[in-house]
C-alpha cells in the first residue's frame, strides 16, 4: 500500500512506465510484472491502482490522449490565422518530434487493436475521439471556406478529418515513405475548400425542391 501523501507521484509514475512499455512492447507482451520493474514499484502497489491489465491499458490511453490534446490547443491557441492552425493542428498531432508523439502514437495504435476485442474500451477511444473532433471542429471554423457551413457540416467535416488523422498517425508508426507535412496541410486546406463547394451546391440544390414542396402543400 502507498504511504499517505505519495498515492498522487505514485500512481503518475506507474501511468508514464505502463505508456512507455506498451509504446514498445505492445498490450499483448505487457504484464503486471513489468509495469512495476519499469516504474520500480512492488506488483502490488501496482494492483492497488489497477484490478488487471485492461485498465492499465484505459489509463495508458488517457495519459497519452490527454498529453496530445492539451499540446495541440496549446499550439492552436497561438496562431491567428485558419490555415495556420490547421498547420498547428497536423504538426502537433502527426509531425512533431518529441519522443513523447511517437510513444503516444503507439500507445494509440495499440488501444485501437485492443478494442476490437473489448467494446467498453471502443466506447472509451470513441468518447476521446468525439474530446478531439471539437479541437478540429474549432479549427474548421476559422477557416475561410468553412464560414458558411452549418454547425452539424462542421461536426461532421471533422469526423471525416480525425478518420484521415488517425491514418496518418498509423502511417507515422508504420510506414516506410516519410510524408511531407506542408503537403499534407495543403491537401486538407484544398478538402475543406471542396467539401465546402460540394455542400454549398447540395444545397442550391435542395432549395428550389423546398420550395416545389411548399408550393404543392
Not at 92 to 104: L, N
Not at 122 to 136: C, G, P, S
Not at 168 to 178: A, K, N, P
Amino acid at each position: 500500500m502507498p504511504k499517505l501523501g505519495m498515492e498522487p507521484i505514485r500512481r503518475e509514475q506507474i501511468r508514464k512506465a505502463a505508456v512507455k512499455l506498451i509504446a514498445k512492447r505492445g498490450f499483448d507482451r505487457t504484464t503486471l510484472r513489468h509495469v512495476a520493474l519499469q516504474a520500480k514499484v512492488s506488483t502490488g502497489t501496482v494492483n492497488h491502482y489497477y484490478p488487471n491489465k485492461l485498465a492499465v491499458l484505459f489509463d495508458a490511453l488517457f495519459y497519452a490522449s490527454e498529453w496530445f490534446q492539451i499540446r495541440m490547443k496549446e499550439a492552436i491557441a497561438k496562431e491567428v490565422t485558419g490555415p495556420d492552425k490547421l498547420r498547428a493542428l497536423v504538426y502537433v498531432g502527426v509531425f512533431e518530434g518529441p519522443r513523447e508523439v511517437a510513444i503516444g502514437q503507439a500507445v494509440w495504435i495499440w488501444a485501437l487493436a485492443e478494442s476490437v476485442r473489448h467494446k467498453p474500451l471502443r466506447v472509451y477511444i470513441e468518447k476521446r475521439r468525439r474530446l478531439f473532433q471539437l479541437i478540429i471542429a474549432d479549427v474548421l471554423r476559422a477557416l475561410d471556406a468553412c464560414r458558411n457551413m452549418s454547425e452539424a457540416e462542421i461536426s461532421e467535416f471533422a469526423t471525416e478529418l480525425d478518420c484521415y488523422l488517425d491514418g496518418l498517425c498509423i502511417h507515422q508508426v508504420t510506414g516506410e515513405t516519410r510524408l511531407d507535412p506542408e503537403a499534407v496541410v495543403r491537401s486538407l486546406l484544398a478538402m475543406a475548400e471542396g467539401r465546402a463547394a460540394a455542400q454549398a451546391h447540395a444545397n442550391g440544390l435542395r432549395q428550389p425542391e423546398q420550395r416545389r414542396g411548399r408550393a404543392a402543400e
